[in-house]
């Protein structure tokens, strides 16, 4: 395995931490006018627009705007679910492998909600994805004060108790722990940046050249898991994914007597996830779409921790800077799984956008069941590279 930083260390580092078994629902793009005139003055605390990123991915937008139709969704998350429904239990089977128990928390996550209507509205979908394994308690203000004394919850009118979610106290620490079993078991990390990969046909069949800053290495099988780089291994190859980043934010802040809590919290009204973890309170934003090489715009970080500070007193940042990482996103809300189209032996494994710390493991399980011919736990047909080549064209972008 090579990676230019070690695992662990990128968008993986500084996420929620949040392994979400309650989520069956995809991240459409807005298209009810209501939401995109309150998204439109781009100073939202859920998500916010950068001009150079739309020029760059207008034609993943697009496509993301017409994937985002009830009906296209409604499909998508049919397939979308069958991933979700692996995630705890792959993390366990993971989890028991790398004597990694000691960061896992299985006591879900908060949902808090400022308004009645989104409450209700929550809640009437919780009910129904009950037939899809999601398992939640709605939560009276007084509930809700008594499982999370420290925090003021003025402004609140009640929320979710996701039960059956995971919570993860350093997901950095988590992938170290994976990987670090990854190797117990003959496996072998090194740091390098990969530079380039070529097709190379030898005595035993086709196989792969990889060269990287340091080394080249030869190889049989060829797993593309770049996260949000992606596109770039592959480009020369001949492949063009509308992979688009959505970057977000997270700051720690130490942790006191006052402001200790059990949950993680999410802001339903205002995007935002407030986070025990083992480096402080993690406050981490919504979603930025910017490009991956912009400098960091701390505009909306800011606008959080003014409300995150009403809700839990939070003194002393950790950090003199805050972390920022890109979810790697697709247009139609799904991962790219499976097999390249025009290479023998080449996979790939990226994409999963607001997910992917929780669908990492059955990533995995499935791309060694495809690349040793094994029955396959969940179909992959629906997470397919093929699925866009008839909207793309592959010289743009
Ligand atoms: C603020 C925020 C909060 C989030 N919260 C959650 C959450 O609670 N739950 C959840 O499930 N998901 C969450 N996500 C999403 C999740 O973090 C990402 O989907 C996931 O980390 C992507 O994992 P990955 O392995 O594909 O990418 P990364 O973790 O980014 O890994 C990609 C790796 O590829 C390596 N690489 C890239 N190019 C090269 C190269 N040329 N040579 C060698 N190595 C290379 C990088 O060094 C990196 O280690 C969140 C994301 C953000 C930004």
Known sequence: MLDRKLPGLETSYGNAGLIQREAVHTHPFPR??????RVLPNQGTDIR???????????????YWKYSTP?????????????????????????????ADELITRDGWLQLHRSEETLKKAVDTAILDREKGVEHRVLSLEELKALEPNANFDGFVGAIHWLNSWQV????????????????????????????????????????????NNETYYSDHLVIAAGPW???LIKPLGYNLPLFPMRGYHQ???????????????????????????????????????TMDAPKNFGQLKTVLKLAKKILPLEDAVESEAWAGSRPCMPDMKPVIGPADKHDKLWFAFGHSHQGFTLGPITGRLVEELIHDKPLTVDVE????????????????
């Open 32 to 37: 009810q006018i209501t939401e995109m005139v």
């Open 49 to 63: 627009y950068r001009i150079p990123a739309l020029l760059r991915y207008h034609q993943a937008l697009l496509q």
């Open 71 to 99: 009906a296209s969704v409604k499909k998508i998350e049919s397939e979308w679910q069958t991933l979700i429904a692996h995630c705890t239990s792959e993390h366990q089977t993971m989890i028991e492998a790398s004597n």
């Open 169 to 212: 106290s350093n997901p950095s620490a988590l992938v170290k722990a994976y990987a670090k079993s990854f190797e117990e078991m003959q496996g072998t990390i090194v740091e390098s940046n990969v530079q380039e990969i070529q097709p190379e046909s030898g005595e035993d069949g086709a196989g792969w050249k990889v060269i990287t």
């Open 230 to 232: 992606s596109n770039e």
């Open 252 to 290: 720690h802040f130490k942790v006191s007597d006052k402001n200790t809590i059990h949950h993680s919290m999410f802001d339903m009204d205002k995007g935002f996830v407030m986070g025990p973890m083992q480096q402080g309170i993690r406050i981490t934003t919504g979603a930025e779409m910017t």
């Open 382 to 397: 629906p997470f397919n590279a093929t699925r866009f080549s008839k909207y793309f064209d592959p010289k743009s972008e």
